[in-house]
T-cell receptor, first 114, second 114 residues
Framework: AQSVTQLGSHVSVSEGALVLLRCNYS??????LFWYVQYPNQGLQLLLK??????LVKGINGFEAEFKKSETSFHLTKPSAHMSDAAEYFC????????????FGSGTRLSIRP | EAGVTQFPSHSVIEKGQTVTLRCDPI?????LYWYRRVMGKEIKFLLH????????ESGMPNNRFLAERTGGTYSTLKVQPAELEDSGVYFC????????????FGEGSWLTVV
């Protein structure tokens, strides 16, 4: 079985500061890992995904995440926060080589201070 | 190429009424999923279709929820009778094996039961 844990339901950073959203996963088989973002009153948008290729994954809007198997982590980072980054972010896991269901973390709401 | 589309985008119904949500997956995607997020909580898996067959319906909360995918194309999710706790956003998603397991989400159907 797979699961993800997102540390911190709410993170607040200043504009221009580093964004770090934490995600730890649990999987009995090699996982596929994702970060999705939900802007207010909008659907889920894929930010980036890890599919067993490069461990450092670059996504849209300047975000990136690093897969660390030894730490079972897939933290999301952005060097410099922008006001438009304010949204809710979801880490998710599924099993590779199949189209099985995706399991979401509980989400982290990111606020940006001017 | 059109993405996953959902209808209606917003619905307000009274307790006890029936609502039917529709999802059109990306053309050619055999795998279709329903998820929901209730009152700002985590995104929960409801069920998974492979073509017209229910592959996994372990997340369906009770027998007031009925999902169908006749012909393996679009899917409907009916809630009958609706209860207050059914309020939330219902997401549909689709994927095709071999796409790197990227699951593409629709904009969601926002349901309010009053």
């Amino acid at each position: 079985a797979q699961s993800v844990t997102q540390l911190g339901s709410h993170v607040s950073v200043s504009e221009g500061a580093l964004v770090l959203l934490r995600c730890n996963y649990s999987s009995s088989v090699p996982p596929y890992l994702f970060w999705y973002v939900q802007y207010p009153n909008q659907g889920l948008q894929l930010l980036l995904k890890y599919t067993s290729a490069a461990t450092l994954v670059k996504g849209i809007n300047g975000f990136e995440a690093e897969f660390k198997k030894s730490e079972t982590s897939f933290h999301l980072t952005k060097p410099s926060a922008h006001m438009s980054d304010a949204a809710e972010y979801f880490c998710a896991v599924t099993v590779y080589s199949s189209a099985s269901k995706i399991i979401f973390g509980s989400g982290t709401r990111l606020s940006i201070r001017p | 190429e059109a993405g996953v589309t959902q209808f209606p985008s917003h619905s307000v119904i009274e307790k006890g009424q029936t609502v039917t949500l529709r999802c059109d997956p990306i053309s050619g995607h055999d795998n279709l999923y329903w998820y929901r997020r209730v009152m700002g909580k985590e995104i929960k898996f409801l069920l998974h279709f492979v073509k017209e067959s229910k592959q996994d319906e372990s997340g369906m909360p009770n027998n007031r929820f009925l999902a169908e995918r006749t012909g393996g194309t679009y899917s409907t999710l009916k809630v009958q009778p609706a209860e207050l706790e059914d309020s939330g956003v219902y997401f549909c998603a689709s994927t095709q094996v071999g796409s790197g397991n990227t699951i593409y989400f629709g904009e969601g159907s926002w349901l309010t039961v009053v």
